[in-house]
């Protein structure tokens, strides 16, 4: 519609339209005192429909000439049925949407934004549609966020003005288009206000390049998963104000020297799944604000000696589930800060972790003095060596439970699992002790615990043992034995499933509450 002619042509016929159906409506009614509330309802209604048409069409008129205006009206059976009405949708209380634009959308874009607004589909993900082309695609995802995230008692929707439709995270997905193009994103600029925009979850097969997110500038955090195999230089260029970016599933397995060079802003970093080897000296280069580091489930076999030395505040390391069986042993050295470390499940089966010209030891957990939160799988004959004063919390992965001497005294959170051997009186000088999970695989040890085995245990704030057998009866023989262990026992709960049984105890505190009182001020001080 270019000419003002054409626009009040349109809305005449709409308004025609508008009377005509609520007269064929009205005329179907019973004239009796049950249906004077919904023929009150339908002339209201139809009044304020052609008030709205006729603001629109002013709105239109006087605008600029490429205005285009589109309804999208509630469908008749919704509005008399009042289950479907009631439903829990992503749009509730809506008559119908006037959508201005400043570009003609396509028919099949607005019949699929129709059929959600009208609730016809009651559930629905990326997968429910499907588009002739990508930026319908995300056009439409776009439509409705902003939707979503405005009035939804207003029916009128003005995209044409960018400035004022503000999204704070976009997130761009297909299964159809493996890639999005430089050009795939360009109408963006005409539909929200770029600079509001400061997280950005990218999830398609291929990473072209990063340059579409450079129109961003108050970006600060990425999320892409992607096949990128090589992490190249310069692949953030403008991305300066990152703090999070995370790479999860990415299958790397190479990444360039200085790849994050222009990212100081960096706080958080997730390689989390990918197929890296080698963590080299340069990788991680100038990331001195960093203070988390992931790279769980990798094939990392090597940790050069100055990985970390760009990293002075980092705070978690997550090094589990990879394939470290030597070390130098002053990889660690300089990582003064370091409050949380895993370590769990890091070298094939049989084959011993090793530092450089040593049998691996602890000494090195040792220089990490601020170090709170540990989670191990191996440690052998050495483990009373660990001398950390602020550990709090501590997971361990291995059968037999080790005997914790006065070196533990301060432990807060203890975590067991796969457990085949208990022996008694292991947990006698946990005299700090507030939380106890034990995970047994072998659940002969139900069988034989008894009161020595938790001795020194009297003040347990929660307490949970699992077990893989869904014969909860030695559990509930138990029961008695493990309430001694609460000075305030507020809940005992046991539960049963198909593969498992377990036996939960609280006082006033859930476990989620309780870890986190007690590990914040340790973590964040």
Known sequence: ????????????????????????????????????????????????????????????????????????PKDDELIHTNERISQSTYFKNMIGKFFILGEKLSDDLISKLSDVLNRKIRKFQRSTFDFANLQDELKFWIILDLLRHSDSQTDLFDLTNSFNNKLINLYFSSRKFPVINEYDLDFLVDYINLDEVSKITYDFPCLMNTNNFNRFKNLTSLGISAEIDHLSYGLF??????????????????????????????????????????????????????????????????????????????????????????????VFSIMNNLKLLRMDYNIPKKRKIRFENE??????????????????????????????????????????????RENFQNLLILTLINVEIFPEGCFYNLISLKMLKIILRNKQIIR??????????????????????PDPYWLQTNQD??????????????????????????????????????LDYYLEG
């Open 448 to 469: 034989e615990i008894d009161d020595q085995h938790f001795s020194g245990l009297e003040d347990l704030g929660y307490f949970l043992i699992e077990v893989n057998d």
């Open 237 to 330: 260029y403008g991305l300066e104000n990152l703090e999070i970016l995370k790479l999860i599933k990415c299958k790397i397995k190479t990444i360039d020297e200085f790849a994050f060079d222009n990212l100081e802003k960096l706080i958080y970093l997730n390689l989390n799944d990918n197929s890296l080897e080698t963590l080299e000296t340069n990788i991680f280069y100038n990331l001195s604000r960093l203070e988390k580091l992931y790279v769980k489930h990798n094939e990392i076999t090597q940790i050069e000696i100055d990985t970390f030395l760009w990293c002075p505040n980092l705070k978690e390391l997550d090094l589990s589930l990879n394939k470290l069986f030597c070390l130098d042993t002053d």
């Open 481 to 518: 034995l493990f309430n001694k262990m609460f000075k305030n026992n507020i809940s005992s709960k046991l539960t049963t499933t198909s593969s498992s049984s377990k036996i939960e105890i609280l006082n006033c505190e859930s476990e989620k509450s309780l870890k986190r009182r007690l």
């Open 359 to 404: 049998m691996m030891n602890f000494y090195f957990i040792n220089q990490l003095t601020d170090l709170v939160s540990l989670t191990i799988s191996d440690f052998y004959d050495n483990f009373i060596d660990i001398q950390i004063e602020n550990l709090r919390h501590l997971v361990i992965k291995i059968p037999e439970v080790p005997e914790f």
């Open 1 to 72: 519609m270019n000419s003002e002619e054409e626009i009040f042509n349109y809305y005449s016929k709409l308004i025609n339209e508008i009377d005509l159906q609520s007269e064929t409506r009205l005329l179907s009614l019973d004239l009796n005192s049950e249906n004077d509330k919904i023929v009150d309802d339908l002339t209201n209604l139809r009044l304020s429909m052609i008030n709205r048409s006729r603001e629109i069409e002013k709105h239109n008129v006087e605008g600029t000439s490429n205005k285009i205006a589109v309804f999208i």
